[in-house]
Nanobody
Framework: QVQLVESGGGLVQPGGSLRLSCVVS????????MRWYRQAPGKERELVAY????????NYADSVKGRFTISRDNTANTVYLQMNSLKPEDTAVYYC?????WGQGTQVTVSS
């Protein structure tokens, strides 16, 4: 069956960096757009970034532009989210997604 497994979350100070990974199995990874979403407590889930199947185009939420970078390795069935200059408002559970499939999420907490 299809599995998406995120990792790389944790506690980081404001201004710090984290790199999230999402490994996909049971799915033809290279055919599909991959997305990262996040959900903060009491808020709706929001789209953070997406990358098309070839990696040739990406898009970002305004709140993360210039700080986050999405990338993918189709040989490793993995999508990444490099997060720099983190802010407390980036605190959320981060999920990777493709089509109707979701990972279990990884917690990112930005706090001093």
């Amino acid at each position: 069956q299809v599995q998406l497994v995120e990792s790389g979350g944790g506690l980081v100070q404001p201004g710090g960096s984290l790199r999230l990974s999402c490994v996909v199995s049971g799915f033809t990874f290279s055919r599909y757009t991959m997305r990262w979403y996040r959900q903060a407590p009491g808020k709706e889930r929001e789209l953070v970034a997406y990358i098309i199947n070839t990696g040739g185009a990406t898009n970002y939420a305004d709140s993360v532009k210039g700080r986050f970078t999405i990338s993918r390795d189709n040989t490793a069935n993995t999508v990444y989210l490099q997060m720099n200059s983190l802010k407390p408002e980036d605190t959320a559970v981060y999920y990777c997604n493709t089509v109707t499939y979701w990972g279990q999420g990884t917690q990112v907490t930005v706090s001093s």
